[in-house]
Each structure stands twice: as C-alpha cells, then as structure tokens.
C-alpha cells in the first residue's frame, strides 16, 4: 500500500523559507516519478514542480527559481526547498508519486501560510 506523508508546512513571512518533505513508502521509491502540487483557497490544484527517476527536474513558471525540487532514493523522500515566499504562495501543498503504470497517488497535503 503506497503512503505518501507530507510535512514541513507552517506559518512564514513574505520573503521567508521552508523546506516540506514527503515520505514514500510500499513503493520502490527511486523508480518513482515524484512531483508537488498545490491548492489555494477557492481554486484549483496546480502542478508545481516534477523530479523523476533519472533524475530530471520540471517547474512550473510560478516557482521556477525559488523553489527546488530533490530527492533522496536512500530516505524514500522528495523535498521541495521553498525560498522567496509571497502571499500568493498560500496553499496547501501535495505531493504525488507516479508509478509510472497510470496510477497516481496523492499525500494529505501540508498547509503554507506566507503572511506578516
């Protein structure tokens, strides 16, 4: 059973860091396709940013610059280092492991309030 469990979210000011992790486990991890989301009140959830098995990363224009995406195979763990954080940033924040067989799944999501 895949279990993807997010963390790291919380409370920053404009112009601050953080650093959300995601675990992965019942997968084999470092041929996973891992990505993160996010869904800010009232909308949709928007791709952000993709790290795959090779690994090769993808941004979306948002964040490209400011948020890095990596990985660690040995932890089971994909990390977004979120740097240069705005108001608009505000969501909460997802993870998804590919398998890469048209299955996705999905971690409850941890929430970022960027606000002074």
């Known amino acids: 059973q895949v279990q993807l469990v997010e963390s790291g979210g919380g409370l920053v000011q404009p112009g601050g860091s953080l650093r959300l992790s995601c675990a992965a486990s019942?997968?084999?991890?470092?041929?996973?396709?891992m990505s993160w989301h996010r869904q800010a009140p009232g909308k949709a959830r928007d791709f952000i940013a993709r790290?795959?098995?090779?690994?090769?990363?993808y941004y979306d224009a948002s964040v490209k610059g400011r948020f890095p995406v990596s990985r660690d195979n040995s932890e089971n763990t994909v990390y977004l280092q979120m740097n240069g954080l705005k108001p608009e940033d505000t969501a909460v924040y997802y993870c998804q492991l590919d398998s890469g067989d048209g299955i996705f799944y999905w971690g409850k999501g941890t929430p970022v309030t960027v606000s002074s």
């Open positions: 790290i795959t098995s090779v690994p090769s990363t």
């Open positions: 019942g997968f084999t991890f470092s041929r996973a396709t």
